[in-house]
């Protein structure tokens, strides 16, 4: 009986009181933000636009994002465009974006698409799923918003709406379920691609991590978290590690660094790095001298540097000589720091 009682109680917590859309919707017609990539529904850029914009909107900011899906839709107008470019042009305009596996995925979604699917989404979870780099976020995400699919992305933001409204612990929700007991109140609208976007728009502006705008919020009669004096906190601490490494830079004098794609830092790989070693006894080595400490980040984690070079007309066979000015190719933003470190030396 007891058993029974507290699945019962679990199960009426997942009901939510009222449809939310009627709330959210009305919201965000008066409140969303002007972006880009939000273009009419009969649009014909929309496919395009929204899978850019998804690949681009992963783990970065909206202000980040902006300028550069302005640059890319400028240099590549239409998918099939992006389907005929070739990685390291895709590379050049994602640099200093981060990430850089994303515009890899994006540029194979692309053409996949065009070959594949006569340039058009498909309509179902699986197939889209089968896209380099569209897992269930994504997939849920371009099926509402390009297909106006009755269907919610669930990312941090989305989450966080429901958690504090149910005021529960986000890792204490079963999400899918809670989508699938209320799915008529959630769908009852013909609005659902809005609906998609009006959910994260909510999480970014008024169900914010930090300081929530509450007395703003359009849910806030029947929020339980507002009402509560235990106000459950969601907000994730990300833990930072710190990693050291040596970081040693052949130069020439014509002001050229050498580097190589066989070396790697954190979840940098197949990028142009120099080398990157530990050596004992290092101050007791003539050919490297020591130029400097300096820290650096790459998402969740601080890098601590030591930075060495020496020069030398000679390089190892896998490496290749670079200008330091270098313009033309692309180059990752953490090794473009470490060009101007070592430019001091000129």
């Known amino acids: 009986y007891e058993i029974l009682s507290f699945i019962n ?8 009181n009222f449809n939310l859309s009627k709330k959210i919707l009305p919201w965000y017609d008066n409140n969303k933000r002007s972006l880009p990539w939000r273009v009419g529904k009969t649009s014909k850029k929309k496919l395009y636009y929204r899978l850019l914009s998804e690949f681009m909107l992963q783990q970065t900011q909206v202000k980040t994002v902006i300028p550069y899906f302005k640059k890319f839709t400028k240099n590549y107008k239409t998918l099939k465009s992006l389907s005929k470019a070739n990685e390291n042009q895709i590379l050049k305009l994602w640099e200093g ?23 058009k989404l498909p309509d179902d979870l699986k197939e ?17 918003l390009v297909h106006d699919k009755p269907t919610i992305a669930l990312d941090g933001n989305v989450k966080r709406i429901f958690a504090r409204y149910l005021n529960k612990k986000e890792i204490g929700i079963n999400f899918e379920k809670l989508i699938s007991i209320n799915k008529k109140k959630l769908f009852s609208t013909n609005r659902n691609s809005d609906f998609v976007e009006a959910l994260m728009e909510f999480g970014a502006l008024v169900c914010k991590p930090k300081d929530p705008k509450c007395g703003d919020c359009c849910l806030n009669k029947s929020c339980r978290y507002l009402k509560s004096t235990n106000k459950i906190k969601n907000n994730k601490r990300k833990q930072i590690k ?46 490297w001298k020591f130029l400097k400490n300096y820290k650096n980040s790459i998402s969740n984690q601080k890098l601590n540097i030591n930075l060495y070079y020496k020069f030398s007309n000679k390089i190892p066979l896998s490496y290749k000589w670079y200008s330091l000015n270098n313009n033309k190719e692309f180059i990752p933003s953490f090794t473009k720091k470490i060009f101007q470190q070592v430019s001091v030396l000129f």
């Open 242 to 287: 710190i990693m050291h490494y040596d970081i040693f830079c052949y130069l020439n004098k014509s002001k050229r660094i050498a580097l190589t794609k066989e070396n790697k830092i954190s979840f940098l790989k197949n990028f142009n790095l120099p080398s990157i070693k530990k050596m004992k006894n290092i101050k007791s080595n003539k050919n």
């Open 128 to 144: 889209l799923k089968k896209l380099p780099g569209v897992g269930e976020y994504t997939a849920n995400a371009l099926l509402g």
């Open 97 to 119: 974006l981060g990430y850089y596996r994303r515009a890899r995925n994006l540029l194979a979604s692309a053409k996949l698409l065009v070959k594949k699917y006569n340039s």
């Open 9 to 16: 109680i679990a199960f009426l917590t997942m009901h939510i």
